[in-house]
């Protein structure tokens, strides 16, 4: 029986793969992306031989939008926190989703803001006509762009989004620094405070003119930052301990934007 399950679970890979090679072989720029079921993995291979970590790490696709439909926020959570794992995507972005049908507009937005304080590369929502008023509002209000322009989309301009996530982060800060909402020793902060601009405009010349080297130099700049920030968010934990996890969670992303954009200067 085991051999029979490796099988076919080698089968669906083997024609992701296939369709993957002959895709980018006739549209080297195409973006594949796949809908999965969430299930745990040795619980899903087991059921539907689906094993979408294989094509995330080999490079087959490159983004994974797993269906974690759930009623309520703490069960999303459950589901998608583990899906989130670098060593699950490789380089793939993943996108959990979020089903209107059968939720209130408020649970809908608690689930949105879910996934926002989780590390993924964005969100999907099921389907665009459950979308009223409420949440249209929401997300007038949380994108941070006027009318005139367009928020960037992560898995076309994973550079542009990484910049824009960390800026929206930074004005997070400066905000709850200026209302003396966040608890850091002052030498601390002056030094987290230098890393920061640096970093923020590392991000911007990535987005400006993208290239391996730029990239490295930002994928190191981003890896010291995120030490420095859980050394001097320690006071803030403390009070808040949510807050600094998501915003903790928030860095990942952008860590993963990254690593998906060297896969598009790549290819």
Not at 123 to 136: D, P, R, T
Request: aromatic share 10%; glycine share 4%; charged share 20%.
């Amino acid at each position: 029986w085991n051999q029979w399950l490796q099988f076919k679970t080698e089968q669906v890979t083997s024609f992701v793969a296939e369709v993957s090679h002959f895709l980018k072989q006739q549209k080297p720029n195409v973006i594949l992306s796949v809908a999965v079921f969430s299930n745990p993995e040795q619980e899903r291979v087991m059921k539907i031989q689906q094993q979408w970590e294989v094509w995330a790490k080999k490079g087959y696709v490159d983004l994974i939008v797993p269906m974690t439909y759930a009623m309520d926020t703490n069960r999303l959570q459950r589901i998608t926190q583990p899906l989130t794992q670098e060593q699950k995507l490789g380089s793939a972005l993943i996108s959990p989703s979020i089903k209107l049908l059968n939720i209130s507009e408020i649970v809908a937005i608690d689930q949105l803001q879910s996934l926002r304080d989780l590390p993924t590369g964005g969100y999907s929502i099921f389907a665009v006509e459950s979308i009223g008023n409420n949440l249209q509002n929401y997300f007038h209000r949380t994108q941070n762009h006027s009318s005139k322009t367009q928020p960037p989309i992560p898995y076309r301009q994973p550079f542009a989004a990484a910049h824009d996530r960390y800026l929206a982060l930074k004005r997070e800060w400066s905000f709850l620094l200026a209302n003396e909402q966040l608890w850091i020793r002052d030498g601390e902060l002056k030094s987290l405070s230098i890393q920061a601009e640096d970093l923020a405009q590392t991000l911007k010349q990535l987005e400006d003119n993208p290239s391996p080297q730029t990239l490295g130099i930002a994928q190191q700049k981003l890896a010291t930052f995120q030490k420095q920030f859980q050394i001097s968010m320690r006071l803030q934990a403390l009070e808040r301990p949510y807050q600094v996890s998501s915003w903790g969670n928030r860095l990942a992303s952008i860590e993963m934007l990254l690593r998906y954009g060297e896969r598009r200067i790549r290819n």
